[in-house]
């Protein structure tokens, strides 16, 4: 079996965000990290490795340069090898343009399951993993707290407050895991130093048989209009209870302010 785990390369959430003049993220201009929520997809990704014969796990990641860093840390977390798909005319590329690269890239790696992360730390739709299974045409189960592979089947149980939903799709299919799938390793020394020696290609547009116009920001349906700093917040309400009104007012300040 084959599984291929897509992560993202993202900006470091505790770093200030940096807008390049076409307001897309300055990519370049921040540290960026495999997205955490991601290697919850690796995580599961080897749990299923280790669990039977002959799995393969490639990782792969559409970004610029430095988005190898992804692939780098899921290497060295224990993945076998790594495509990058890396083109100049993907810059501003949107979900829509992601997931048509991916489904090219995950079409000519093979795979009987696509494992993905619930959601990007930066963009954080959450769409992604269902788009790219309707590009497949493969089965998709999203959400997945846990996940099991048996006999041709993927059984994913998704779970919230109010209900617990058991989904068994038929491989090959498009999973993404959430972060309560389970805890994920960190590398060991071994697989930093084993890391090293894996293979990982690099793939362009031209590789995939995809047309750079239907990429890119031109290709984009949602364009950034704005982006502007998030104004200082201001000072905070001192309300002093000096005879007994002082919860009253706290009420007022919530009533007015529709924090209930
Ligand atoms: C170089 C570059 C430039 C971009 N410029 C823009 C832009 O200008 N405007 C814009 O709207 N978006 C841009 N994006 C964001 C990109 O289109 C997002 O990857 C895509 O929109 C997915 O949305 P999301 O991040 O909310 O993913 P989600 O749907 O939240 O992601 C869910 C899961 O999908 C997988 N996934 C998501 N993205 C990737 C990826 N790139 N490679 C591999 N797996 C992935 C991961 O497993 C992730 O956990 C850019 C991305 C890159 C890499």
Same mark, same amino acid.
């Given at each position: =079996?084959?599984?291929? @785990?897509?992560?993202?390369?993202?900006?470091?959430?505790?770093?200030?965000?940096?807008?390049?003049?076409? &307001?897309?993220?300055?990519?370049?201009?921040?540290?960026?990290?495999?997205?955490?929520?991601?290697?919850?997809? @690796?995580?599961?990704? &080897?749990?299923?490795?280790?669990?039977?014969?002959?799995?393969?796990?490639?990782?792969?990641?559409? *970004?610029?340069? +430095?988005?190898?860093?992804? #692939?780098?840390?899921?290497?060295?977390?224990?993945?076998?090898? *790594?495509?990058?798909?890396?083109?100049?005319?993907?810059? *501003?590329?949107?979900?829509?343009?992601?997931?048509?690269? &991916?489904?090219?890239?995950?079409?000519?790696?093979?795979? +009987?399951?696509? @494992?993905?992360? =619930?959601? %990007?730390?930066?963009?954080? =739709?959450?769409? &992604?993993?269902?788009?790219?299974a309707?590009?497949?045409?493969w089965?998709?189960?999203?959400?997945?707290?846990?996940?099991?592979v048996?006999?041709?089947?993927?059984? #994913?149980?998704?779970?919230?407050?109010?209900?617990?939903?058991?989904?068994?799709?038929?491989?090959?299919?498009?999973? %993404?895991?959430?972060?309560?799938?389970?805890?994920?390793?960190?590398?060991? =020394?071994?697989? #930093?130093?084993?890391?090293?020696?894996?293979?990982?290609?690099?793939?362009?547009?031209?590789?995939?048989?995809?047309?750079?116009? +239907?990429?890119?920001?031109?290709?984009?349906?949602?364009?950034v209009?704005?982006a502007?700093?998030?104004?200082?917040?201001?000072?905070?309400? @001192?309300?002093e209870?000096?005879?007994?009104?002082?919860?009253?007012?706290?009420?007022?300040?919530?009533?007015? *302010?529709?924090?209930?």
């Open positions: =079996m084959k599984i291929v @785990v897509c992560v993202k390369h993202v900006p470091d959430a505790s770093a200030d965000r940096v807008f390049a003049d076409d &307001l897309t993220v300055d990519r370049e201009g921040t540290d960026g990290l495999l997205s955490e929520l991601d290697e919850y997809a @690796v995580e599961q990704a &080897l749990r299923l490795a280790e669990a039977g014969d002959d799995v393969e796990v490639v990782v792969l990641t559409v *970004g610029p340069d +430095d988005a190898t860093a992804a #692939i780098k840390r899921a290497l060295q977390m224990g993945v076998g090898s *790594g495509v990058h798909v890396l083109d100049d005319a993907l810059h *501003g590329t949107d979900v829509l343009g992601t997931s048509t690269v &991916l489904a090219a890239a995950v079409t000519k790696a093979g795979a +009987d399951l696509v @494992v993905c992360g =619930m959601s %990007s730390t930066d963009g954080a =739709m959450g769409v &992604l993993p269902a788009m790219l309707e590009r497949l045409g089965p998709g189960a999203t959400y997945a707290g846990r996940l099991e048996a006999d041709g089947h993927a059984t #994913i149980v998704r779970e919230d407050d109010t209900a617990r939903l058991t989904v068994e799709v038929d491989l090959p299919a498009v999973v %993404s895991v959430t972060d309560q799938s389970g805890e994920a390793r960190y590398p060991s =020394m071994k697989g #930093i130093l084993a890391a090293k020696k894996k293979p990982v290609q690099t793939w362009d547009l031209d590789d995939l048989g995809l047309d750079p116009a +239907d990429v890119g920001l031109g290709a984009a349906w949602a364009h209009v704005g502007e700093p998030r104004p200082d917040r201001g000072a905070g309400q @001192v309300v209870d000096r005879d007994g009104s002082g919860a009253g007012a706290v009420l007022e300040f919530l009533a007015a *302010g529709r924090y209930a």
